[in-house]
């Protein structure tokens, strides 16, 4: 449904693209994984006939997005920061506005306006400028949808979202996947690429540097990390070699927060290991008397994703994100 | 229900289709006026006040030929320098769309891609006919008239012709910066291009090159033919400049078509660049 070879975008000196390769066949979910700047958005903008390639090659639904794009433009539709509705016209109107330039005639926009404001439930009258950030992303989602497009493209559909509508989002991204619709998604969230994603190609400066399920990537980024803050600074050296002791690579401390990181990836598929790991180590610790104000088993971040994948290559980009709220975590406390 | 995009062969064929997408675009300007009146009601309030402004608080210190009031000069040029703001108004509302990510959406749709130019210059337009309407209006509130209907209706379209032009400019400079911050800029330089014409005092008053200058303002000729087909006494001079106006009012924004309409349409088209 969605094929690109080679796909290279340069703008003068700098390099958006490197030479990007993706397969994504009919009803599949693609990822696109990747920090600000990585070229995720550039992707898009050249899938949906919005920019030229510089080099390579790409087809949408079976066209060429150069040679073809008005054909391309009837096949797809794009949810995303750069593809907005217009802010002076309401929900309804947005949507008629759409439905009519995608001809579908003034009687049929109107009745799919309708159908789509309900589905979304988006019933407001006032200006889309004004509505909330969830409501506005909903209307971003239809606005999409307008003739029930083959492929739909969704750059970083929750980006900047509470967790409440961007759970929201994600249900309706599942009921219009279930319907069979190819999705390519953007995003900076490992979490939204592991819900929605079948494959995810993570990407970073401009190419894939990874590639597989959400299970397959997370198993290769050496799996769950295991935090403790130790309640007495001084024995934090202890608490370490202890976790030392049951982690599966170098272990991390942080003298300022207490904290030890240690990785604890199991063999694939064996979910029960890194909650035995758990066990062990607190077990160990209480043994030794090191008293442990907090402990948590937590997913990568996609910080420790990138690190990992570029050898420290996006390290500025890690930097950049470092302290964000918006982190994979998964608490015990 | 669902809903497949609808054939490529449609019955329209492919200009029909065009005009149609250009007229859809051009609503959506319409539907952004009846959601918000009161934009409109200052947009067209603003030249009516500035031409109030003048014409009583300056005009009493500008001597004008033959004892005319000074409404009668002011008039027609405050039309010209209405078709001026015309410009910002247009680069305005094409950087908007672009930093709105509205310009991708549509580019983004099996819509004919000429439709957004076409849609911005046909609002564009009815919003400058409104703006003239109403200044109109205005001026014959205050004492101004024309000698006759013929002569009024040419100056008239000589004015939106004069207005047309600009469009091309203003699509041409809001896809060049694309910020919308900087039309606060073309703002800012839209008085003084307007000032540096005929439409307010006499070229001749002004120091030698700088009438001349002024003189050769593509404003000044349509401002003078206005005053001349309106039947309104104008400023004179002797340049040739001066003596052609209305062939210049036509030559000049037929100029400015012509350069700044290719420029825009190539820029457009290199949106995907």
Redesign the interface.
């Known amino acids: 449904m969605l094929v690109a070879r080679g796909l290279r975008k340069t703008y003068g000196k700098h390099t958006a693209l490197q030479g990007i390769d993706l397969d994504v066949g009919r009803g599949a979910v693609c990822g696109l994984l990747g920090p600000n700047g990585a070229g995720k958005t550039t992707a898009v903008?050249i899938l949906?006939?919005?920019?030229?390639p510089t080099a390579g090659r790409a087809s949408v639904a079976g066209y060429d997005v150069v040679t073809q794009a008005?054909?391309v433009?009837?096949?797809?539709g794009?949810v995303?920061?750069?593809?907005?509705?217009?802010?002076?016209?309401?929900g309804r109107?947005n949507l008629e506005?759409?439905g009519?330039?995608?001809?579908?005639g003034a009687a049929?926009a109107r009745?799919?306006a309708a159908?789509l404001l309900e589905r979304f439930g988006l019933d407001h009258d006032g200006?889309a400028g004004e509505y909330s950030g969830g409501m506005r992303r909903r209307l971003d989602l239809a606005?999409g949808m307008?003739?029930?497009?083959p492929v739909l493209f969704l750059d970083e559909p929750t980006t900047g979202l509470d967790p409440r509508s961007r759970a929201e989002i994600w249900d309706r991204v599942r009921e219009l996947v279930s319907d069979g619709t190819t999705v390519l998604l953007t995003t900076q969230y490992l979490e939204e690429a592991d819900r929605l994603a079948d494959r995810v190609c993570v990407v970073d400066r401009g190419r894939v540097v990874a590639e597989g399920t959400p299970g397959e990537l997370k198993a290769e980024l050496g799996g769950d990390r295991l935090d403790l803050v130790v309640l007495d600074g001084e024995r934090l050296a202890e608490a370490a070699a202890i976790a030392a002791g049951a982690a599966s690579g170098p272990v991390e401390t942080d003298p300022h927060t207490r904290r030890v990181s240690a990785p604890v990836a199991g063999p694939k598929g064996a979910g029960g290991v890194r909650v035995r790991v758990l066990t062990e180590v607190l077990a160990a610790l209480a043994d030794a008397g090191v008293e442990v104000e907090d402990v948590a088993l937590r997913r990568p971040t996609l910080d420790e994703v990138f690190l990992t994948l570029t050898g420290g290559g996006a390290a500025d980009a890690a930097r950049e994100r470092a302290g964000s709220p918006e982190r994979t975590e998964e608490g015990v406390r | 229900?669902?809903?497949?995009?609808?054939a490529?062969d449609?019955p329209?064929t492919r200009l029909g289709?065009a005009l149609a997408?250009g007229w859809?675009?051009a609503?959506?300007d319409l539907?952004?006026w009846a959601?918000?009146p009161l934009t409109v009601v200052f947009g067209a309030a603003f030249p009516v006040l500035i031409t109030l402004v003048f014409g009583y608080l300056f005009g009493g210190a500008v001597d004008v030929p033959e004892g005319a009031g000074y409404f009668t000069f002011l008039m027609p040029g405050m039309y010209g320098m209405t078709m001026l703001f015309g410009l910002t108004i247009t680069t305005t509302a094409v950087t908007a769309d672009a930093a709105?990510?509205?310009t991708?959406?549509?580019?983004?749709?099996?819509?004919a891609p000429s439709?957004v130019l076409v849609g911005r210059a046909v609002a564009d337009m009815l919003n400058s006919v409104l703006m003239l309407a109403a200044l109109l209006a205005c001026g014959l509130a205050v004492g101004w008239r024309p000698s006759d209907l013929p002569g009024a209706a040419a100056a008239v379209g000589l004015l939106l012709l004069l207005r047309f032009s600009l469009l091309w400019v203003g699509v041409y400079l809001g896809l060049l910066i694309r910020n919308p911050g900087g039309v606060t800029v073309m703002q800012t330089l839209e008085f003084p291009v307007g000032f540096l014409s005929n439409a307010f005092v006499a070229p001749s008053t002004m120091p030698g090159w700088l009438g001349a200058v002024a003189e050769w303002n593509p404003l000044s000729s349509t401002v003078a033919a206005a005053r001349q087909l309106f039947g309104n006494p104008g400023w004179g001079g002797g340049s040739w400049i001066a003596e052609h106006a209305v062939p210049m009012a036509v030559a000049w924004p037929l100029l400015i078509t012509a350069v700044f309409f290719t420029l825009s349409a190539r820029l457009y088209r290199r949106?995907?660049?």
């Open positions: 903008r949906t006939t919005l920019l030229r008005s054909q433009r009837r096949s797809i794009l995303g920061q750069h593809a907005a509705v217009d802010e002076l016209l309401t109107q506005l759409f009519r330039l995608h001809h579908l049929r009745a799919r159908e200006p606005a307008i003739v029930d497009p | 229900m669902t809903i497949a995009a609808p490529l449609g329209l289709r997408d859809t675009v609503r959506r539907v952004h959601n918000q709105k990510g509205v991708d959406r549509f580019r983004s749709m099996p819509m439709a949106l995907d660049r």
